[in-house]
Every structure is written in C-alpha cells, then in structure tokens.
C-alpha cells in the first residue's frame, strides 16, 4: 500500500491563528481525502481534494474555513483557518488506489489550539 | 444522528481467548464494511472488509461476520495477542454513483489483551 507521509505530526497554535497541513504520498492515487478526529468521536470526512479543480466538501464544512490544495496526484494540503479551540482534533489525510481498494490513511497531525 | 454504532467503547480479554468486537449500522444503503486498527500517535490501518453479498470473510485470525437483516456485523480475533491491544473502528460505504469511497465510521472499541 502507499506510504503517506503527513505533517506536522502535531502542533499547539494559537486561537485565531491557521496551520496548515501537508500530506505527501510515494505514489500517485486517484483519490485523496480529508478526516477529522474531534475527541472521543468516530472520524468524519471534511472533504475530497481532487487534483486540479476545488475540494468537495461535506455538509457542515467550507472552504473558507478549511482551504484545501491538490496540485497533482502525490500532494495535498489542508489548512485550519482562524482556529478556535473546537477545532483541536487530529487530522488525517487518506487516500485510496483504486476501485475497490480500502481507504489508507496517514498518522495524522494532532493539534491543540489555546 | 450515528449511522454507524460501536456500542462499547473498550474491552478486555484475556491472551489467547477470542475477542468479539460489535458494530450496528442503521442505513440500508450501506453494503461494504470495514474495520481498521489504530495504535497511539499512528493513523488507522485497514484490517479487513466485507461486502454485502457475503456473510463471513476470514484472514487469518481475523473473521468479520455480516447479518444483513439485524444490520450488524462482528469482528472475531482467535486467538487474541497483546499485539491485538488498539482500537478498531468499524467503518461503512454505500454506492454513492459518483465513483467517490466515502466512509462512515463508528466511535471505535478500545480492545485491551491481558497477557
């Protein structure tokens, strides 16, 4: 399966602030998506980067809060923008190969905001 | 409103003893299930699937039964390692007909093995 490769691992910023999120693969895929992990909850998709045209988002997040990046088909970014403290989670990149392949994911970027 | 449900969120079972982890799901249209893995500090790992048209897929020492009518499915580890210890979330998908993979996810279930 591919490698992925997600950073920061984690980082405590500070409310009002961004961070951004990059998560590199070792080989193109088809599909990249975006997890979030708020505390003691299941995962929750925010959102598809497709390459090349604007993220698909799920109803309850928007790009003005969470700008996402796909500039090819190895490479993507996720930025939390003006941060408050609901948005402390741990964010996962994933992707998926090909039809009928799992999801795999990245080791997630776990952030605190204060 | 939880389409996916894991209904324990831990258990303990002794090494070698088998471990059943439970998963119920509410929405008819899902018909592929998965469960993952998930150490501290690491991402979840894929560990198993079924589709709908199956009631029983085995790897190994991993077998996920599926009972369409109750809408549940199960994960039995025999024999359970301290190795086995994470938690393991039951994930579902349905046929979007967009080509997309969107997964749904349970809470997940905290497995400790007691050696």
């Known amino acids: 399966s591919a490698v992925i490769s997600q950073k920061p691992s984690r980082d405590i910023c500070q409310r009002g602030t961004s961070l951004t999120i990059q998560c590199q693969v070792d080989?193109?895929?088809?599909?990249m998506f975006w997890y979030r992990q708020q505390p003691g909850q299941s995962l929750t998709l925010i959102a598809t980067?497709?390459?090349?045209?604007?993220?698909?988002?799920e109803s309850g997040f928007v790009i003005d809060k969470f700008p996402i990046s796909r500039p090819n088909l190895t490479f993507s970014t996720l930025t939390v923008s003006n941060m408050s403290p609901e948005d402390s989670s741990i964010y996962l990149c994933?992707?998926?190969?090909?039809?009928?392949?799992?999801?795999?994911f990245g080791n997630g970027t776990r952030l605190t905001v204060t | 409103d939880q389409q996916v449900k894991q209904n324990s969120p831990s258990l303990s079972v002794q090494e070698g003893r088998i471990s059943i982890l439970n998963c119920d799901y509410t929405?008819?249209?899902?018909?592929?299930f998965l469960w993952y893995k998930k150490y501290p500090a690491e991402g979840p790992t894929f560990l198993i699937s079924?589709?709908?048209?199956?009631d029983k897929n085995e790897d190994g020492r991993f077998t996920v039964f599926l009972n369409k009518s109750a809408k549940h499915l199960s994960l039995h580890i025999v024999p359970s390692q301290p190795g086995d210890s994470a938690v393991y979330f039951c994930?579902?998908?349905?046929?979007?007909?967009?080509?997309?993979?969107?997964?749904?996810f349970g809470k997940g279930t905290k497995l400790s093995v007691i050696p």
């Open positions: 994933s992707v998926r190969q090909g039809e009928g392949s799992p999801l795999h």
């Open positions: 080989s193109q895929v088809t599909m």
């Open positions: 980067a497709n390459q090349g045209s604007e993220a698909t988002y």
């Open positions: 929405n008819s249209m899902f018909d592929y």
């Open positions: 079924i589709s709908s048209i199956k």
């Open positions: 994930a579902a998908s349905g046929n979007s007909g967009a080509g997309s993979y969107q997964l749904t």
